[in-house]
């Protein structure tokens, strides 16, 4: 690889820098707002991604208002108000100021150093070198100092604990079932945004707006020629980043979220708790069975808001075919699907990206040219999935999209399904001669893997708004990148069954909701490996119940199903432990909101709400529910207690069921058992509460009580 050494500059605006490189690249510094600067390395060729679609601001789906389908110029500002800045020379560099941030240019070697515009350190390039171009692979590398006492958070759905330090892990979007969840990686997202907290305490992030796959390395690599250092590889993307400060996690957050076009706010039924397993739709008789189901919830007094159809109403033995119903299975769907409707229930149905070889409607998608295909023959690229082979949509062809589009009206929305799950859409296409039509501009495959899980939701999320124009629009997607948060729910992916998995998935939530994702969940139960026991599953009911999302999935090899009612002997306290969330679903639909218009995690690390707190940078079991509730679950098979740090800051904690007062800025040992969450609530806080005994309680219950604490 070849280092950038020497940067003249060569023009400047009101809030812009930009400086010629030796090879005739260009190196632009620019502040788009008082907290938020852009850095690009445009190559003299020009940008190998010359549009975006990550970057979105002042966007609003629901109102009609999005980035471009076709993808945003990638030097477009329009939606920015540029501040008020200073330039000035500092030595041979130049300074770039707001009244927040700046940033010192250093040209030999090329390297930039951030500070507040009070003068404090918040980062800086490597020193030695920084920037650096393969002409040989094409990837780019973009070196950063580090210090030991730094923390790192962030880039997705990433396992083990929150901080990052000291790990290398990917950016590459993989269908990881059964994943190792304290080391695995990568998983499902494509997330290059990265979340520090400085040495002295300040909070910064830095997204790479690429669709190429990303190494970070923060921290695991040392050279003995350069001080303490982390970097990001780019496999043959662009070099095209937006860095962030602020005082807390929150600040930096937020301005990242309105970078990316914010979070969309789902229909409060999408709050409930829903049940799914590929069991139930893959089976033989599979509508007599879902048929029992509805009338077994009924008969159980289980709280549930919607059913989840797994892809087995669409498969032929393992085989999978999209829009597609296997009528030996199903002989009347839309029935039972009025049925599921006369009870109260929704119904979500999986959808997946791939046609198999002998899906009915291949070759009409093939004659369409609507497949990922051979860049140099024009022949879709055949892959591996679910038992067979098959070519992938690309959803960068209109026609494809259509084609999508009229499926989904005609065979899901039409049969009376309301919502659509996107699934297997990670696009784990290898191969190199692979490409993406772009929408007239081919883009090679490595260039628009994640852009197809965006695409693809965001096509779904259109065809039900047109659907349905008068109902809020919800849709779920496992695999995507920056922006799918404007359109859908998402996930941690197929976990497995075991209390290794219970607990380091509450961290992957967390680190989801620290990068900006925030409507996520887990399979409550564990989706593969063995059948729950009793006690686990419920600590994982309990776990779960608060978080944004709430769906019991499983597929099991021995043909079990995780259901509320499955074991006896804690059948009451699991439906207990939904009921929960039913009791604080005003709350939860605040902190929807909140999401929705004000950019912040509706579950949280205890560091976001307490950044003082030095304490609460340690890894833990426990997190925040909004502002006002701490959730300590139990991950520890056997404990009926439990050790719980309240952080410092209000004048003392209070326990959400018994209101027993405790000190804040303490340990506390407090009784957890096997029908209890310990929930502790801080001083000041005041929670709507709702007393519904509905079976499936209505999402516009009034507020019976608002529990007030200290």
Same mark, same amino acid.
């Given at each position: 690889m070849k280092t950038f050494s020497r940067a003249t500059l060569s023009a400047q605006s009101s809030h812009a820098l930009q400086f010629s490189l030796a090879n005739g690249d260009r190196f632009g510094v620019q502040a788009l707002a008082d907290s938020l600067f852009r850095v690009t390395l445009k190559p003299a060729a020009g940008y190998k991604e010359p549009r975006t679609w990550a970057i979105a601001p002042g966007a609003q789906p629901a109102l009609g208002q999005d980035a471009p389908v076709l993808g945003r110029a990638r030097d477009d500002t329009s939606g920015f108000t540029p501040p008020v800045c200073s330039i000035s020379a500092q030595g041979d560099g130049?300074? +770039? @100021? %707001?009244?927040?941030?700046?940033? +010192?240019?250093?040209?030999?070697?090329? #390297?930039?150093?951030?500070? !507040? @515009?009070? =003068?404090? #350190?918040?980062?800086? &390039?490597?020193?030695?070198? @920084? $920037?650096? #171009?393969?002409?040989? !692979? =094409?990837?780019?590398? /973009? $070196?950063?100092? *580090?210090?030991?006492?730094? /923390? $790192?958070?962030?880039?997705? &759905?990433? %396992?083990?604990?929150?901080? +990052?330090? =000291? *790990?290398?892990?990917? %950016?590459? @979007?993989? &269908? #990881?079932? =059964? $994943?190792d969840p304290q080391h695995g990686d990568p998983l499902y997202k494509h997330w290059p945004f990265v979340l520090t907290r400085a040495a002295n305490g300040l909070w910064w992030g830095i997204y790479y707006d690429t669709l190429a796959a990303c190494t970070f390395d923060l921290g695991q690599e040392h050279d003995n020629y350069h001080e303490l250092f982390r970097y990001v590889e780019i496999d043959d993307g662009d070099l095209d980043y937006y860095l962030m400060a602020g005082n807390t996690p929150g600040e930096v957050i937020a301005h990242y979220l309105r970078l990316i076009g914010g979070t969309a706010l789902p229909p409060r039924w999408s709050l409930g708790f829903a049940q799914t397993a590929m069991g139930l739709a893959d089976a033989p008789d599979a509508q007599a069975q879902l048929d029992a189901f509805i009338d077994r919830t009924q008969a159980e007094g289980v709280p549930l808001s919607s059913f989840h159809y797994g892809s087995g109403y669409s498969s032929r033995g393992k085989r999978r075919y999209v829009f597609t119903w296997n009528g030996s299975k199903f002989p009347d769907p839309k029935a039972l699907n009025a049925k599921f409707h006369a009870t109260g229930l929704r119904i979500v149905a999986n959808v997946k990206p791939c046609l198999l070889d002998d899906h009915p409607a291949y070759a009409q998608v093939k004659q369409l040219g609507g497949f990922v295909h051979d860049a140099q023959t024009g022949k879709p690229i055949i892959e591996q999935f679910w038992d067979g082979v098959g070519a992938h949509l690309d959803f960068t062809n209109p026609q494809a999209v259509a084609w999508w589009q009229q499926g989904l009206q005609q065979q899901v929305l039409g049969y009376g399904i309301d919502v659509a799950w996107n699934d297997n859409n990670e696009y784990s296409v290898m191969d190199d001669a692979a490409a993406s039509a772009g929408f007239g501009s081919s883009i090679p495959m490595h260039r628009s893997r994640p852009l197809h899980a965006l695409l693809m939701t965001r096509a779904t999320y259109e065809a039900q708004a047109q659907h349905a124009p008068a109902q809020a629009v919800y849709t779920i997607t496992r695999g995507g990148m920056p922006g799918i948060q404007r359109y859908a729910q998402t996930w941690s992916g197929d976990n497995s069954t075991s209390w290794s998995n219970l607990r380091w998935n509450i961290r992957t939530g967390l680190q989801m909701s620290l990068s900006g994702l925030f409507n996520i969940g887990h399979d409550v139960g564990g989706f593969a490996g063995p059948s729950p026991e009793p006690e686990l599953l419920l600590r994982w009911v309990q776990a779960c119940s608060l978080n944004p999302r709430m769906v019991m999935n499983s597929w099991k090899a021995d043909g079990s199903i995780n259901l509320p009612w499955m074991h006896e002997t804690v059948k009451a306290e699991v439906i207990a432990a939904i009921r929960l969330r039913y009791t604080l679903m005003p709350y939860l639909w605040q902190l929807f909101e909140r999401a929705s218009a004000q950019h912040e995690p509706i579950i949280r690390p205890t560091f976001y709400d307490f950044p003082d707190d030095a304490q609460c940078l340690a890894d833990c079991d426990d997190f925040m529910l909004g502002s006002a509730l701490l959730v300590a679950p139990v991950v520890e098979a056997g404990a009926r207690s439990r050790r719980v740090y309240l952080p410092a800051g209000p004048a003392a904690w209070f326990d959400f069921a018994t209101g027993q007062r405790y000190a804040a800025g303490q340990w506390h040992t407090v009784d957890a058992p096997l029908a209890g969450l310990p929930l502790f609530a801080p001083a000041g806080a005041a929670i709507p509460l709702a007393h519904s005994t509905a079976r499936v309680p209505l999402f516009d219950d009034p507020v019976t009580e608002v529990r007030r604490f200290g």
């Open positions: 130049f300074v +770039l @100021a %707001t009244s927040s941030l700046q940033v +010192l240019v250093r040209p030999e070697p090329l #390297a930039l150093q951030w500070s !507040t @515009a009070q =003068g404090q #350190a918040l980062a800086s &390039d490597r020193a030695t070198s @920084a $920037y650096f #171009a393969s002409s040989r !692979t =094409g990837a780019v590398r /973009h $070196y950063l100092q *580090r210090e030991r006492s730094e /923390h $790192y958070y962030g880039l997705g &759905d990433k %396992t083990g604990p929150l901080n +990052l330090q =000291g *790990r290398r892990l990917r %950016t590459l @979007a993989l &269908d #990881a079932l =059964g $994943y």
